[in-house]
Every structure is written in structure tokens, then in C-alpha cells.
């Protein structure tokens, strides 16, 4: 072959490689959307998003959280963070996001990014980069990001109830949650780790599993009887305001600690005991204890299937102008 030939086929396959490259996926997402319409877009959350971690690290596993809770309820379209009106109670206010926090970020990020370009980058994508990003910073996990979802316009407490799972869930309910949206039951063991890190309010979710697991003032037997009595200690019966490790001692690090408390019958609710009660997910907890864990390399395209959960794209939805707010 002459060289002539050889360098137009190498020119040939890396422009089909680029082609390739910058094809929406099946959901119409894709890396780097908006590097047209706004090239800047994802330094500005990235920036603006530091501002708030290095001062509040403790706001990053509550990203997390909301871009968990916005996927499961209506697909990754933001409307999670929609306000409720006169005529509508929003999922914000419904019981599993009360406890949810860092609205304050996302707003502030969205404010940064349409000074630069109005009306252009997703409330949905903005919490999906802001997720990311967050995570990063506390030195946890990096994933790319397919960023093109549009923004919901539907957002009911209801919804939530019925789409979040709740942590009172066994692993038949668990996983045919994940298994509604499109997740395995490997996803749910590897999401279940984001609970490396973060704290969660005593009630309900600790109280009732130590005071009053079936209705007779009882403790859930599954759990490990000192740490139940650890636990009494931080948590008194109907203590509505104090906050508890879901990884004691390792909150703010991002690793595989969980599993070695899950294994340990030590998880703090009963859906992270859970894991234990299926051989898959039983299996993935030990062998994240193991020197060949897999969890921080497992996490990243885990948080990718999760953030492709019934988005919209194209024409659906909206960009919205702030979001809180259905255009
Ligand atoms: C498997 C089912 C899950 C259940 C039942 C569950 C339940 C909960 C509950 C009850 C809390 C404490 C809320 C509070 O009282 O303040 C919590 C916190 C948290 N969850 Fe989950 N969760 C699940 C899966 C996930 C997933 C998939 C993620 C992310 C990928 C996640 C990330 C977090 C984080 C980071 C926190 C700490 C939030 C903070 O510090 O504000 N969870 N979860």
C-alpha cells in the first residue's frame, strides 16, 4: 500500500472514530453536549460547585443523594429540585426528600452558568455534573458525564413515595426497584456503597428499627446487638433532629468501609443489611473486604446507567430558567 493510501485510511478511521464519538447514544445523551451552545458550561459548574464543597464538604454525599432521588422519580429530568405550588405538592416535600439537602448549590450553579449562556444547559444535567463533581472533590470516584437532558415539568410527592425506595425495603424489594429502572442487581450493590459516605437523621429509618421493628417496642434481630446498643445511645425513641454516621468513623471518605460494616451486620438500615440476604449481593459485599476490591473502579459506570434513568431528550421537556421553577 502506498503511503498516500495508508494515511488516507488512518485519516478515514479517525474521523469515523470521531463520528462515532460524537453520536448521541440510545437515550440522546452524550459526552460534551453542550460544547457548541455553551463551551464553558461544565468549568462553570465545576468552579462554582468547588466553591460550595471546599467550604461545606459535607454538601457532596447530599448531591449525590438528590441526583439518586431526581433518577428514580420521572427519570434524571430535575424534578427533584421543582418547588411545590398552591396546586401541587412537589417531590420536595414528599417524606424520603424532606432530609434532602443542598438546593442552595444547584441554584447557585444555574445562576453562574445562564449569566453565561441563558436558557441553554438542563437543571437535570446541571445536577448530574454537580453530582459528579461534588464526589470528586472529596476525593471519591470521577465518571464521565453524558450530559442532553431536559428538564421535567412534572414533579408530584407522590411520585417519590412510590419511586424511592424506602430503608425499611428487604432485597426483593430493593432489587425489583432497581430492576423498574433498568439497574441490576450488581448496580444495587455497587450504589448501595455511596453510603461511604453521609449522615442520616435519626427518625424514622433508626428508630423505628431499634424501638419498634414490628409494632411490640422490639429491634430488628438481623442487626448486631452491640452495635444496636451503640446506637440507642445516639438515638433515643422519637429524636426527630439528631444526625448519625451511615459509615461511622469513615463519613467523609469515600471507600469501601461500608461493606466491611455491612458485613459486619453493622449497615444502618435495614435495606443496607439487606445485601446480605442475597447471594449476589452478599457475595459483592465480601469481596469488596477483600485486597481485590472493585468498588471505587465499579462505581463510576454505575452512576452512569443511573444517570441515563428516563431522561429526555431532544424536543421533551425544557431548559429551565431556574430550577425550582417550571418555566
Ligand atoms: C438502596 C436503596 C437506598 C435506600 C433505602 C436509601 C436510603 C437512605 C436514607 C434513609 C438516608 C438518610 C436520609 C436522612 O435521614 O437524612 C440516605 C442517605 C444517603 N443516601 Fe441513600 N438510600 C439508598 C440508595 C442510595 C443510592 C443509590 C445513593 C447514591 C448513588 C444514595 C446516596 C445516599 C447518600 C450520599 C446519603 C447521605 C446524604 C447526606 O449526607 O445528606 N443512597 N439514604
Given amino acids: 500500500m502506498t503511503s498516500s493510501k495508508l494515511l488516507s485510511l488512518i485519516f478515514l478511521h479517525q474521523a469515523l472514530v470521531v463520528f462515532v464519538l460524537d453520536l448521541p447514544n440510545a437515550e440522546g445523551l452524550k459526552i460534551g453536549f453542550y460544547q457548541q451552545t455553551c463551551p464553558s458550561a461544565e468549568a462553570i459548574i465545576k468552579i462554582t460547585t468547588a466553591q460550595y464543597i471546599s467550604r461545606a464538604p459535607s454538601l457532596a454525599p447530599a448531591l449525590l443523594r438528590m441526583h439518586f432521588h431526581d433518577c428514580f422519580v420521572n427519570g434524571c429530568d430535575g424534578s427533584v429540585l421543582i418547588n411545590s405550588t398552591k396546586n401541587n405538592v412537589a417531590e420536595k416535600d414528599s417524606a424520603p426528600d424532606l432530609s434532602l439537602r443542598g438546593f442552595q448549590v444547584i441554584d447557585g450553579v444555574k445562576t453562574a452558568v445562564e449569566n453565561e449562556c441563558p436558557g441553554v444547559v438542563s437543571c437535570a444535567d446541571i445536577l448530574a455534573l454537580v453530582a459528579r463533581d461534588a464526589v470528586s472533590m472529596i476525593k471519591g470516584p ?45 448496580d444495587l450493590a455497587v450504589l448501595s ?43 433515643k425513641p422519637g429524636d426527630l433532629t439528631t444526625l448519625v454516621e451511615m459509615d461511622p468513623g469513615s463519613r467523609k471518605t469515600f471507600d469501601t468501609h461500608y461493606y466491611s460494616i455491612v458485613s459486619k451486620r453493622r449497615g444502618l438500615f435495614q435495606s443496607d443489611g439487606a445485601l446480605l440476604s442475597d447471594s449476589e449481593t452478599k457475595a459483592y459485599v465480601l469481596s469488596q473486604i477483600s485486597s481485590g476490591s472493585t468498588f471505587l473502579k465499579d462505581f463510576g459506570p454505575a452512576m452512569v446507567k443511573m444517570g441515563k434513568i428516563g431522561v429526555l431528550t431532544g424536543k421533551s421537556g425544557e431548559i429551565r430558567k431556574r430550577c425550582a421553577f417550571i418555566n
Fill in 142 to 186: 470521577y465518571w464521565p458525564v453524558p450530559t442532553g437532558r431536559r428538564d421535567g415539568r412534572v414533579s408530584t410527592a407522590q411520585n417519590a413515595l412510590n419511586n424511592i425506595p424506602s430503608p425499611f425495603s428487604n432485597i426483593t424489594q430493593l432489587e425489583a426497584s432497581f430492576g423498574s429502572k433498568g439497574l441490576s442487581v450488581k
Fill in 193 to 235: 456503597g455511596a453510603h461511604t459516605i453521609g449522615i442520616s437523621h435519626c427518625f424514622p429509618a433508626v428508630t423505628i428499627r431499634l424501638y419498634n421493628f414490628t409494632g411490640k417496642g422490639d429491634t430488628d434481630p438481623t442487626i448486631d446487638p452491640n452495635y444496636a446498643a451503640v446506637l440507642k445511645k445516639i438515638c
